[in-house]
C-alpha cells in the first residue's frame, strides 16, 4: 500500500469509528459526563447585590461598606479539564479471539474523547510500550481528537514489551495540572503500582482493564505452540493435562484478583471491559457508579 493509500485509509477508519461511537457519546454526555468529570475548581465571575437564599459566605465584605447594603461575589465553574489517554500499544494487545484487546481499546478511547470534545475539554494522549513512543499535549478541538486517533491508529511501536511504570512516571513528571488520567491496558507488566501512587496523588486516574476471555482459560485442544507476543518466546503445551489447565486458570484469577486489591487500595476506579462483549454496558455502569459518588 502506497503512503498516500494508508493515510486515506487511516481517514477512513477514525470517520468510521467517530460514526459509530456517536449514539453512546450522546448517551454518556446525557448520563452528565459533565458532573462525574469537575473542572479545575471555580473562577470569580462579578459582584451583585445579596438576595435572601445567597450563601452568607460569599458576601464581599468591602463592597458591602461602601454602598452601606450587602452585596455577594458569583463563581462560576472553571470547566478547562485536560484528559489524557495513556494507552498501551504494547505487542500483548494484538491478541483476541473475536477481536484484538487493541481494536476494542481504541474504539473505547474513541467514545471517551469524544466526550471530553462534546464537553469541551482538552485531550491528550501518551503511546506506550516499555518505553514513551509517542507524546501529544492535551488540546481542545475536534481536529485535534481526529488526528490523535489518526496517531493511535497509524502508530507502529518500535517495541513489543510493556512497562507501564515508566509511561506512568513520565506523565507525573510533564502533565503539571491536575486532571483525568485513562490508562487503557491489559495491565500484564510488573512493578508499576507505585508510579500509579505517586500519579494518582496528582491526576484522576482510571483504569481501564481490557482482557480476551482466551487469556483466563485454555481449551482441551491437545498439543499446541504458543508464542508471547511481547518477547517472540515460543512453547509446546499440552492442554489436554487437566492439572496444567487447573494451574493456569489458577494463575490468571490470581493475578487479576491482586490487581482488583492494589487499585481498590489506591482508590483507583477500574472499568474491565473484555473483547467478547459490548462495552457499552461497563462503561455505563462505570459512569452510574462515579455519579453516585459525587452527589
Not at 115 to 133: C, I, Y
Not at 190 to 201: A, D, G, P, Q, V
Not at 271 to 285: A, C, F, G, K, S
Request: proline share 3%; net charge positive; aromatic share 8%.
Amino acid at each position: 500500500m502506497n503512503p498516500g493509500g494508508n493515510v486515506q485509509e487511516i481517514l477512513k477508519q477514525v470517520k468510521t469509528i467517530e460514526l459509530t461511537t456517536k449514539h453512546l457519546v450522546d448517551g454518556l454526555m446525557a448520563g452528565k459526563y459533565h458532573s462525574i468529570f469537575k473542572g479545575q475548581g471555580i473562577e470569580f465571575s462579578e459582584i451583585r447585590e445579596y438576595v435572601p437564599g445567597d450563601d452568607v459566605r460569599a458576601i464581599d465584605w468591602n463592597v458591602t461598606a461602601r454602598f452601606n447594603r450587602p452585596f455577594v461575589k458569583e463563581f462560576i465553574e472553571e470547566r478547562d479539564l485536560q484528559v489524557y489517554f495513556a494507552f498501551d500499544a504494547s505487542g500483548s494487545g494484538e491478541f483476541g479471539d473475536r477481536v484484538s484487546k487493541k481494536k476494542k481499546a481504541i474504539e473505547l478511547a474513541a467514545t471517551l474523547m469524544f466526550s471530553a470534545l462534546r464537553n469541551n475539554d482538552k485531550v491528550g494522549l501518551l503511546l506506550f510500550t516499555d518505553r514513551v513512543e509517542c507524546f501529544i499535549p492535551a488540546r481542545k478541538g475536534r481536529r485535534h481528537v481526529l488526528k490523535t486517533l489518526s496517531t493511535i491508529l497509524s502508530h507502529s511501536p518500535a517495541s513489543k514489551r510493556t512497562d507501564i511504570g515508566c509511561a506512568l512516571s513520565y506523565l507525573s513528571r510533564v502533565v503539571k495540572k491536575r486532571g483525568v488520567v485513562f490508562i487503557v491496558s491489559d495491565f500484564l507488566s510488573e512493578n508499576f503500582l507505585r508510579e500509579m501512587k505517586i500519579l494518582k496523588s496528582r491526576q484522576d486516574v482510571i483504569a481501564i482493564n481490557m482482557s480476551d476471555p482466551r487469556e483466563s482459560e485454555i481449551p482441551d485442544v491437545g498439543m499446541i505452540r504458543l508464542e508471547d507476543e511481547e518477547t517472540g518466546e515460543q512453547i509446546l503445551l499440552d492442554t489436554s493435562d487437566t492439572a496444567f489447565r487447573e494451574r493456569y486458570a489458577k494463575s490468571v484469577r490470581d493475578h487479576n484478583m491482586k490487581l482488583t486489591r492494589e487499585f481498590r487500595k489506591l482508590k483507583i476506579d477500574t472499568v474491565n471491559i473484555q473483547t467478547h462483549e459490548p462495552y457499552e454496558m461497563q462503561l455505563r455502569r462505570f459512569f452510574k457508579t462515579r455519579q453516585g459518588r459525587v452527589r
